[in-house]
Nanobody
Framework: QVQLVESGGGLVQAGGSLRLSCAASGRTSNNYVMGWFRQAPGKEREFVAAISRSGGRTSYADSVKGRFTISRDNGKNTVYLQMSSLKSEDTAVYYC???????????????????WGQGTQVTVSS
């Protein structure tokens, strides 16, 4: 069992930056693919970014490419999402997710992930 706790959300003006963190605890190892998803009010949860277990492969939603960067520090069991040039449409609850992976893959579908954090709110004011 893995527990995930997100932090770093908050209120920011359009054009600003935030860095989200996701700390994993419990049965942690390097064999987890990690992802970030978000859900805005009245909308379905959507994929944002994912990173392979070593960090060698990443994937991004088209809407955040060039603005967001996902990274991980396996020594600290933590995944990060650096968000820049934020827009009002980035406002959502951001969720961290994890799933066991024995090879270098990224996963972009929420149903592929077994473990989820509680989410952190990001609000971008225009």
């Amino acid at each position: 069992q893995v527990q995930l706790v997100e932090s770093g959300g908050g209120l920011v003006q359009a054009g600003g930056s935030l860095r989200l963190s996701c700390a994993a605890s419990g049965r942690t190892s390097n064999n987890y693919v990690m992802g970030w998803f978000r859900q805005a009010p009245g909308k379905e949860r959507e994929f944002v970014a994912a990173i392979s277990r070593s960090g060698g492969r990443t994937s991004y939603a088209d809407s955040v490419k060039g603005r967001f960067t996902i990274s991980r520090d396996n020594g600290k069991n933590t995944v990060y999402l650096q968000m820049s040039s934020l827009k009002s449409e980035d406002t959502a609850v951001y969720y961290c997710a994890a799933d066991i992976a024995w090879i270098e893959v990224v996963r972009t579908t929420s149903r592929d992930y077994d473990y989820w954090g509680q989410g952190t709110q990001v609000t971008v004011s225009s």
